[in-house]
DNA sequence: CTGAAAGCGCTTACAG
DNA sequence: CTGAAAGCGCTTACAG
């Protein structure tokens, strides 16, 4: 493997020319500049990864924890596995792969033996083991979701409240008054994980705020628990004339599926709105309306500001970002009552 | 940080005794270690990764490439890469990610670099661009998947064939003559994917060496078309005791779904078994008989492989690992036809 | 059982 | 615009 000894060699300058020349750091005459790319070229040369390390300030690498649980929810949680991975290498990053058997003593190794420069992490609980690690190790980090105990930290993350008030706006707009969610699995609340309390609490205080009646049920994923769903917020508001669906494609799908088989006509019998869900939703019948999760929204800000951090410390911040809403034709003014 | 030569002080011993305490690699005495440990302990030291890279032979870091594409199926996807990492982290391997838009550079890149001392392959197509790479870099390399031209890999994986041949003789043994197979969605066969024809491919060999009549269809992961799907096959063979499903959890609890609603009884009516499925079967109405694709089997052969090759070099080969049978109850002998 | 020293391949002040 | 050299923090022959 040829190493920069060689490219110095055959491009006849020193070694410290070539290291400048390829980091840019200092201006190089465009005759040694063309000489040095030549040699790396023909010796395709590349720095070793070990000795940048050892003797640069950083290793671009970031490691990304990303705990997988049973109520995981593997097509969004991959979505933000890659877009912070696709983030990182648009910014001359790698990424490595921590698991949650090794949550926090894997925090640690990383960071103490200097093979990251920083942390992203992901699927944040609202009490979450890898804050006080990560205080306590003083490494930059950046979360994607937003921990109960936010001091000192930097959180980025869709701002899931707003996205919640925003549905209810339209629906109220529209002149709905009635308005149900069907959110996640209760499994899936309990677990701790820090956004769909932030979504049914933001839902619940912006229905209040306009005087709307709700109802909410959280279905696990067969057909059978969401037509209970169904019949539960029906009965609970019998004059339901919108639908919030926060919860998971299979169960869009079932929600579907289900209104159809019943004879209910979207949007005219019930208007729908999917919110936060990070696949797509223009292929259902009729297309949903959508406040999108966009992984790449908040992973490409995540790793910007890791970069930052890297650079220098910077201020703490919790960093929303705001919902947008994609019209798509489910919401029509409420039928007159059945 | 604390460095060697502070823990080396600490001791009251050289810098090369605390590397040899540390790695192992020469036997040291009582009273030494326990200075060396406590010292260890006292400072908080922790080798520098960067260092060891360049003093050493290997880096410890496998590089993980997982191409994720509109056809993946995100949760098996998402169980193949954490059993990667925990396999590797079981060998203090961490796992470096690689995604699609830089398959292949990416894999130059950091086997050039010495960033990593390996590569395990995941996703694998029977025509893949990453095989050509490999051959060429020389890198340790293990695929979990099977390309067409295996000339010199390393390759692990389920033996999709002989899982199709068991799903097929666990059927005839109990006197089934016509069975049906579901499998995945079209897109998944063009993409080009190596182990859905190769159980297709299986399925239909082993049955034509029983003289069994078979059908087969490929629905989308939408109601209708799973609908459409059985509808095809009990046409096609009037006679359908049995069922094999190999295709996604929505598919298969959409089939379980649509044979209920149907009035038809499994195992009474139909027997199914569920071939090669990374998830869970145990929560299906009944039960299935199942046929797991169990991901840690083939990624710590994988990683071990990975491991052996790092040691110095390895015969090519392709390692098939032996299809196993979950018992649940859902099959029977053949109905009388109705 | 232990130590002194070379060397891994870079980056970056320091010097001109 | 360029070079000689120190140093990053380890591992590992070499020597005793």
Known sequence: MASIHDVARVAGVSIST?????????????????RINNAVEQLGYRPNAGARMLAGTRTNIFALTAPFHAE?????HMAFV?????????????VLLLTQDEATSGLRRVASSRLVDGIIVLDVAAEDDRVGVIRELGTPAVF??????????????????????????????????????IGHSPGVYARGSNF?????????????????????????????????????????LPGMTALVLH??????????????????????D???????ASFETDHFEPALDTIPLVAADSCTRAVELAIEQVAGPIAPRVELVPPRFLERGSIAPPAPRR
Do not use: N
């Open 82 to 94: 890659l877009a912070v991975a696709q983030a990182a290498r648009a910014h001359d990053y790698d």
């Open 144 to 181: 994607i979701g937003i921990p109960r105990d936010t001091e000192g930290l930097v959180c980025v993350d869709l701002d899931f409240e707003a996205a919640a008030a925003l549905a209810i706006s339209r629906l109220t707009d529209a002149g709905h008054r009635s308005i149900g969610l």
């Open 18 to 34: 070539v290291s400048y020349a390829l980091s840019g750091k200092r201006s190089i005459a465009e005759s040694t500049r063309l």
């Open 270 to 276: 019930l208007s729908v709105i999917s919110a936060c």
């Open 196 to 236: 769909p309390p932030r979504f049914r609490d933001g839902f619940f205080s912006a229905a209040a705020a306009e005087g709307v009646a709700t109802a909410f049920a959280m279905p696990e994923r067969d057909g059978p628990s969401v037509r209970a769903a169904l019949d539960e917020l029906y009965r609970t």
């Open 247 to 268: 919860c998971e494609e299979a169960v869009q799908a079932a929600v579907m599926d289900i209104l159809r088989e019943r004879g209910l006509r979207v949007p005219e």
């Open 72 to 76: 995981t929810y593997a097509p969004a």
